[in-house]
């Protein structure tokens, strides 16, 4: 069912990002009503706004005097998302100014309150700026970390408007949970892997698999929202937004993200392997390419074993080599058979790599790989369980980061 959603837009050039946002949560079915400042209306216009949203757009507190507009509006909400947040809006909020329609808004919503702020690099960086982004967290808004990336002019670095596709996937999340999330991973560093390997055959051929890469991005996002220093290997993910305020690091086989974990893993808290790893590879690759010869039936490829990245993390551990690492976290896309169904096989799998939690997902038609939503279940090595049910990739990140967080506590 569709929820009532405030977007607010202040006077910056990312304002015309709005509108792309708008457009999206109008389409998953929720009620938008878009609150511009007087300054973000030289960006867009007022028509724009209301063609999108299908509402009034104003902008003044004397506006619907009769309807009360600046209580009833931030009353009713169910979520409110200020989208660009520029460092004057985050100003006005933080020392809880009411001299327009959005900002006495703010102060009248009881809902959870996204902003994602846009400015140049010298702006966010700023004392006071870091001040209220500190104090508007501290009372319980989201405030999101922005993007780095090409800025007014050309000027480049932090500041950057985080893309519409990840502030909408943010404001379905808060929608879902029904409270803010939580800013409790800060000083972590979070080491997560995405996306599915490619074992060469021949220099255009490869053994592959159907992972997007979109669940581990989803991980690292929310991760990093929720203060954490993270770094993402990413495995052929052409084509996925790198995460706002995340390193990415891209990997191609099996051989180079095992190579890239051990190199990085003595740095990090906490591990994630939701990449999809190839078990084998072949034993050698073609230097030209493997023609098709009409006269004889194709060569047969033989195959070895991959190393067991997530096994041989665990092993690093109990030797003292991670003195970091407090939680390894592994991912299991497993179909049942007729020895045993899906949960038979992860219990197995858990047993066998000796990883902290395991995160299990039912694959086959059209589940899980290449698809924007996710369920399953959460395994620990303690014996629990936890049902991890249907929702977007977004909201099973954030359970997986809840117990990831809840790992690190305990360990701490």
């Known amino acids: 069912m569709g929820k009532r959603v405030i977007v607010g837009v202040s006077g910056g050039i990312a304002a015309y990002k ?3 946002l708008v457009r999206q949560l109008k389409e998953a079915g929720h009620q938008v009503r878009v609150m511009p400042t007087e300054s973000a209306l030289n960006f867009v216009g007022a028509a724009t706004f209301e063609a999108l949203s299908g509402e009034p757009v104003r902008t003044g ?23 660009p947040a520029t460092a004057d809006l985050l100003a006005r909020a933080a020392s809880g100014r009411a001299d327009d329609l959005l900002t006495a808004t703010l102060l009248t919503a009881h809902c959870p309150v996204l902003f994602a702020p846009a400015m140049h690099t010298e702006m966010w960086l700023h004392p006071a700026t870091v001040d209220n982004v500190a104090t508007l967290r501290r009372r319980g808004a989201v405030v999101l970390d922005p993007a780095s990336g090409r800025l007014t002019g050309a000027d480049s670095g932090p500041g950057r408007l985080p893309e519409p596709d990840e502030i909408a996937a943010f404001a379905e999340l808060l929608l879902a949970r029904g409270d803010a999330l939580p800013r409790d991973l800060t000083g972590r560093r979070l080491l997560i892997t995405a996306g599915g390997t490619r074992e060469p055959l021949d220099p255009v051929r490869f053994i592959g698999n159907l992972s997007s890469g979109k669940q581990g991005y989803a991980v690292a996002r929310v991760a990093a929202q929720r203060g954490a220093e993270v770094t993402l290997i990413g495995a052929n993910t052409t084509g996925l937004v790198n995460p706002a305020g995340v390193d990415v690091v891209p990997v191609g086989s099996a051989t180079q993200l095992a190579e890239t974990v051990a190199k ?114 959460l395994l620990g090595a ?31």
């Open 382 to 412: 303690d014996g629990s369980e936890t049902v991890l049910g249907h929702g977007s990739k977004t909201l099973m990140a954030s359970r997986i980061v809840d117990a990831v967080a809840g790992a690190l506590r305990e360990r701490s």
């Open 18 to 20: 709005a509108c792309s």
């Open 264 to 377: 990085l893993a003595p740095e990090a808290d906490a591990l994630v392997m939701a990449a999809a790893v190839a078990d084998f590879r072949p034993s050698a690759v073609a230097e030209s390419k493997m023609k098709k010869d009409a006269d004889s039936e194709p060569s047969r490829i033989d195959l070895v074993r991959n190393d067991d990245i997530l096994a041989a993390t665990v092993r690093a551990r109990a030797d003292s080599e991670l003195p970091r690492m407090a939680a390894i976290v592994g991912f299991a896309a497993e179909t049942g058979d007729a020895r045993g169904d899906v949960l038979f096989h992860a219990r197995a799998k858990l047993a066998r790599k000796g990883c902290d939690l395991l995160v299990v997902n039912a694959v086959g038609n059209g589940r899980a790989f290449e698809v924007d939503d996710n369920a399953g279940w």
């Open 61 to 83: 507190v004397f506006a619907d005097v009769p309807e009360v507009a600046h209580v009833r509006l931030g009353q009713g909400a169910d979520l409110v998302v200020v989208a």
